[in-house]
């Protein structure tokens, strides 16, 4: 079955569904605009199956883009605008899109933008589509690129069975009700803002308040309105510090809700002092989407992820596979029903990430209480999560690497108490740090370059000569 019908099909179409900063949409009006460019891509050659890379701001068109893809059994991959053109090019070049959707003309892409007229307009041609594809729960939906340490980016193939699974069970045990009105500051080209949020709203035909980005003014003035929020724990650390944040501003609200990177233990407790609210930490991934979650009804534990989701089996195991004893720290293993179906053109990376008996290793270290409680240790590997964005330290590392009189790099994540972390950059050479600068600035997305920049004799190194990060890390 295809995951449109699932999402669409309980609307009621004179609702309103996303109320933007310059106009409210009805879910109506959105299915409209999204049947329109179905067909235009239609008109264009796309088929079930085929790629769709888009490189949009969070818009409803945007929104529209993402259902038209689904409509027709195409595949959606999203970008984030703000990836320079050189980093673009590399997505493109491995997905091998039928068309290109972007704001602007992209270079060495034919691209197709969101103008009204025009050849190379989404909306110039091509009849209204409103019939849906038929899908099998097997077939692919989205592609969301993700990134091991080696900085070679891959594909996480997602079906239309695993996202619907996925949206079903948040839906339920998060409660959702009739009359939830949902506060989305999230991006939506990764998980959290697109399927986690925007799959329970339209499950539960929910006005979404759709802000174009975080601000905390803006945020205390919509919190009014709202029922639920769903949050990086950058977004409840930049309200708790905002003075005159409380209880006032949250009277309406049932259900705060923190993901994509760790929430400070002393985060968790100040906002519930100051609010009234526990807020409800889960953990996912690109590769499975929600995997866990504190409970609704219940305790919510600072510092934990809770309990696995229902259909899921978790297990925390040694190097060698091998479940480790209750509370001890291992690499978190995963079986369940929303894992995807492999890296995109990787079926070496796709067999690396399972285990013999078809775990999948999520790379995250974790410790599991014996009532099944996970809390997260951190990255097996280098990860930095920095505002909820991963950052791949290799990835900086050969970019840094190409400035003259570089020897060699090493990034690592250092505490922030905005971010949560920030790249730091260790670097080796004679190069100016100015030029450090500018050279990240030209091939590196903002969130990914270096906050600091500290230069060394020499890195930390053990016996074999491999350097030793942990060296670089403050204690």
């Known amino acids: 079955m295809n995951l449109f019908s699932t999402l669409t099909s309980k609307l009621d179409l004179e609702a309103a569904f996303l109320d933007t900063p310059s106009a409210t949409w009805t879910f109506g009006e959105l299915l409209d605009l999204s049947a329109r460019i179905a067909g235009s891509l239609r008109a264009r050659g796309v088929e079930p199956g085929e790629r769709v890379v888009v490189v949009l701001p969070k818009s409803a068109h945007s929104v529209a883009v993402y259902l038209a893809c689904l409509r027709i059994g195409a595949i959606y991959v999203p970008l984030n605008p703000a990836y320079t053109a050189s980093e673009i090019s590399f997505f493109i070049s491995d997905a091998g899109p039928r068309v290109v959707i972007a704001e602007n003309e992209l270079p060495d892409a034919p691209t197709l933008t969101m103008g009204p007229t025009g050849a190379g307009s989404l909306l110039g041609v091509g009849d209204t589509v409103v019939e849906t594809v038929e899908r099998t729960d097997a077939d692919v939906a989205a592609i969301l690129y993700t990134s091991g340490t080696t900085g070679r980016s891959k594909g996480a193939m997602l079906t239309h069975g695993c996202l619907r699974d996925n949206a079903l069970t948040l839906f339920d045990i998060w409660h959702w009700q009739p009359d939830d009105v949902l506060l989305h500051a999230l991006p939506i080209f990764h998980v959290h803002g697109l399927f986690v949020a925007l799959h329970c709203a339209l499950l539960g035909g929910s006005r979404v308040i759709f802000m174009e980005q975080f601000d905390v003014a803006a945020i205390r003035d919509q919190l009014s309105t709202a029922t639920v929020m769903m949050g990086v724990p950058t977004f409840y650390a930049r309200l708790l510090s905002d003075p005159e944040f409380g209880s006032h501003d949250c009277s309406n609200m049932r259900l705060f809700i923190s993901g994509s990177a760790p929430l400070a233990e002393h985060v968790f407790a100040e906002f519930a002092g100051r609010t009234g609210h526990t807020i409800l930490e889960r953990y996912g991934m690109t590769e499975a989407g929600m995997i866990c ?12 992820v809770g309990f696995p989701l229902p259909g899921y089996i978790a297990r925390v195991t040694d190097e060698s596979d091998r479940p480790v004893p209750v509370d001890e720290v ?20 796709t067999l690396e990430s399972y285990t013999a008996d078809k775990f999948f290793r999520t790379g995250d270290l974790a410790r599991m209480d014996e009532e099944g409680r996970v809390t997260l240790l951190g990255r097996s590997h280098d990860l930095i999560i920095t505002g909820g964005f991963n950052v791949y330290p290799k990835e900086i590392e050969r970019i840094l690497n190409e400035v003259t009189g570089v020897s060699e790099t090493a990034v690592v994540g250092h505490p922030d108490e905005d971010l949560g972390e920030i790249p730091v950059a260790y670097v080796v050479g004679d190069a100016e740090e100015a030029s450090l600068r500018r050279h990240a600035a030209a091939h590196l997305a903002r969130y990914k370059q270096p906050r600091q920049y500290v230069f060394v004799d020499a890195l930390p190194r053990n016996a074999m000569g491999k350097v030793q990060k942990s060296g670089l890390r403050p204690s």
């Open 293 to 304: 979650s504190n409970p609704y009804d219940g305790p919510r534990q600072a510092g934990t």
């Open 330 to 349: 291992g690499v978190l293993q995963i079986q369940g029903p929303s894992l995807f179906a492999g890296y995109w053109q990787l079926p070496d990376k």
